[in-house]
């Protein structure tokens, strides 16, 4: 069965940096875009990057655009989000999931990320 | 950008009730919309993807109608462990797609 796992979250600064990790098992990981989806806490559903299968093709929401960069290792069946620059507004439960068709069929568990001073 | 609006923001429901939730877009989406479900500290997962297609094991009680800009999710005899969250997604302008602000089901 489809696994995503995330790693990676913690306590930073703000203006510090995170790298996140998502590992994934039970797909073959090159055939499928993916994508980083974050939720602060209480609150909704946030969509923040998305990679094309080969990693060519890579797009970011405004309030990231610039501070975040997502990519991937298909050898090692793994995708990953530099963040920098961050802010406490960046506080969130940062989830990946598959990009199947146009919609996001499978959800890792998520990994937790505290900015805060 | 396509703002969705879901409505209620919280129900308070009694087992094997029926339960509708609404999803409205800013403006015409096909049927581009999909559903997600999640339970307190889980993470969401798909329920009904192109407006009224269920996700493979999803219960029969969980359906999905509408297109253009308004939609309904429907569940057909609540059980208790449909406790949720209900986001609806439309994926129009994918990659950026967006998000309805959630619609929170509490079982009586």
């Known amino acids: 069965q489809v696994q995503l796992v995330e790693s990676g979250g913690g306590l930073v600064k703000p203006g510090g940096s995170l790298r996140l990790s998502c590992a994934a098992s039970?797909?073959?990981?090159?055939?499928?875009?993916m994508t980083w989806i974050r939720q602060a806490p209480g609150k909704g559903l946030d969509w923040v990057s998305y990679i094309s299968n080969s990693g060519r093709t890579i797009y970011y929401a405004d309030s990231v655009k610039g501070r975040f960069t997502i990519s991937r290792d298909n050898a090692k069946n793994s995708l990953y989000l530099q963040m920098n620059s961050l802010r406490v507004e960046d506080s969130a439960i940062y989830y990946c999931a598959r990009v199947f068709s146009n919609f996001f069929d499978y959800w890792g568990q998520g990994t937790l990320v505290t900015v805060s001073s | 950008e396509i703002v969705l609006t879901q409505s209620p923001d919280f129900q308070s429901v009694t087992p094997k009730e029926k339960v509708t939730i609404t999803c409205r877009a800013s403006?015409?989406?096909?049927?581009?919309l999909h559903w997600y479900q999640q339970k307190p500290d889980q993470s969401p997962k798909l329920l009904i993807k192109?407006?009224?297609q269920s996700f493979s094991g999803v219960p029969s009680r969980f359906s999905g109608s509408g297109s253009g800009t308004d939609f309904t999710l429907t569940i057909n005899g609540l059980e208790p462990e449909d406790a949720a969250t209900y986001y609806c997604h439309q994926s129009s302008t994918l990659p950026h797609s967006s998000f309805g602000q959630g619609t929170k089901l509490e079982i009586k």
């Open positions: 403006q015409s989406i096909d049927r581009s």
């Open positions: 039970g797909l073959t990981f090159s055939d499928y875009y």
């Open positions: 192109y407006a009224s």
